[in-house]
């Protein structure tokens, strides 16, 4: 009973309007109060929070990816990727998605993959025919990519939270990214073999291929000493970020020289903004988890659980309709920090490995950022697109399906997953 008032309050508190951090921190608090406890344990919590090295790297990957994004990297990136398979029919929705592809593995953020590839992919896209609505929801779609394949910040604070080996979700994600390029570049060439609504474009060239991948080819480089550096133990995830964002300065700044003072005022303004709010949704999930911990709801959801549910099939069908419920009004970060410490408990005892686990989770937040009301990909391309959010949603219908059904190959074959961080 008690674990359906505490569920009752915090709707009633997000539906009032109240920001998620506040909502979080205010119920967090009136549960420490009334169970007789100081409220100094709130500002206690609040500074354990974010006392963390591995969370510096929230701040640099935000940083390192508005830097790139100010300095028309998605550009060179695009037309590097658009001049080899442009000529396919619906290349130009592969392009997208490979770039997409390719900027997730420096930013970390879905938002800013997004932006980034979406202000240069959506006006080629359209000028060359291809149905509207069908390109806002590839992008926003492809989009997403940006927190599933490494580096993820979402994948991070799952890291933190789980106690998780953050190199080993990191490899753990790949596997089911180039599942989902594959899938939605499948798509994407059906739909336009069987509509037709696109212009074929000409076959680059040799030199015209090589110039516009030797432009972008330094973007590539960063993500490969991004990754490389992580992967081969050269350093963490947050030095990752750290040595990502001086190469990204270096790369803007003095290569291509296409970043100015007012670019990088407006770069370090945006990520100081967006590290606020996530740090502010850390420090909320984490005063309301003390508290959801004091009470034991994770051991009573672990017990009701046990009495109604048998096999990890079921549970996570359940978790699978919980979350894509919850998604339609929480965005992905708190999903992640509220329900993950709920869920563990329960995860341990049916055996459900817990890598595989964030994957599961990650996948599925993914689809929150494509849905209404509060999918925050939609309102990145409705402002990149002008256009009404009506239109980008109808654009997102067919790729929610397939990610679903990435989740369920996952589910099938976990070795898409699990071979990259086990496998060797």
């Known amino acids: 009973m008690l674990l359906f008032v505490i569920l ?31 409220v100094i344990m709130v500002a206690q919590n609040m500074l354990g929070a974010i ?28 037309e590097a990727v658009q ?5 396919w029919p619906g290349g130009l929705g592969i392009a997208t998605l490979l770039s997409c592809g390719i900027f997730s593995a420096i930013s970390g953020s879905s938002v800013a993959t997004a932006a980034t590839i979406g202000t240069v992919a959506v006006p080629e896209m359209t000028a060359r025919g291809y149905n509207r609505s069908f390109t806002l929801g590839l992008m926003a779609a492809g989009g997403t990519l940006g927190i599933l394949i490494p580096p993820s910040i979402p994948l991070i604070v799952y890291g933190i939270i789980a106690e998780e080996s953050v190199g080993s979700l990191f490899l753990a994600g790949v596997g089911p990214g180039i599942l989902l390029i594959i899938l939605f570049g499948a ?30 080819l330094p973007t590539v480089v960063l993500a490969a000493i991004i990754l490389g550096g992580i992967y081969t133990g050269a350093f963490t995830p947050t030095e990752a970020a750290a040595i990502g964002f001086l190469v990204a300065l270096i790369l803007t700044g003095l290569v291509l020289r296409t970043l100015t003072w007012t670019k990088l005022w407006e770069a370090t303004v945006g990520a100081l903004k967006t ?3 996530l740090f502010l949704v850390v420090v ?77 989770f990650v996948l599925l937040i993914e689809i929150a950022l494509i849905t209404p009301p509060v999918g925050m990909n939609l309102f990145v391309i409705q402002a990149v697109a002008r ?4 239109t980008v949603a109808r654009g997102v219908v067919p790729f929610v399906f397939i990610m679903l059904a990435s989740v369920l190959l996952i589910y099938l074959v976990p070795g898409i997953v699990l071979w990259l961080p086990f496998g060797f």
């Open 284 to 360: 909320g999930a984490k005063i309301f988890g003390k508290a959801v911990t004091l009470y034991q709801l994770p051991a009573q959801v672990s017990q009701l659980v046990d009495s109604h549910v048998s096999t990890a099939w079921l549970f996570l069908l359940i978790v699978t309709v919980l979350l894509l419920f919850i998604g339609l009004f929480l965005e992905s970060l708190s999903m992640l920090l509220i329900m993950v410490p709920v869920l563990l408990p329960t995860v341990l005892d049916l055996g459900i490995d817990t890598v595989w686990f964030g994957i599961f």
């Open 83 to 87: 001049s080899w398979v442009g000529h």
């Open 275 to 277: 590290t606020v709010v």
């Open 51 to 78: 006392d963390d090295f591995v969370l510096l790297a929230i701040p640099m990957f935000l940083l390192m990816s508005n830097i790139l994004l100010k300095g028309g990297v998605g550009k060179d990136l695009f």
């Open 187 to 216: 798509y994407s060439i059906i739909h336009a073999a069987t509509t037709g609504s696109y212009q074929q474009m000409a076959k680059a060239t040799w030199p015209e291929r090589w110039r516009a991948s030797l432009r972008a």
């Open 8 to 38: 009752a309050g915090l709707l009633l508190l997000l539906f009032s309007g109240l920001p998620v951090a506040f909502s979080l921190i205010t119920l967090g608090t009136v549960m420490l109060v009334a169970k007789g406890l100081p």
């Open 387 to 390: 256009t009404t959010l009506g």
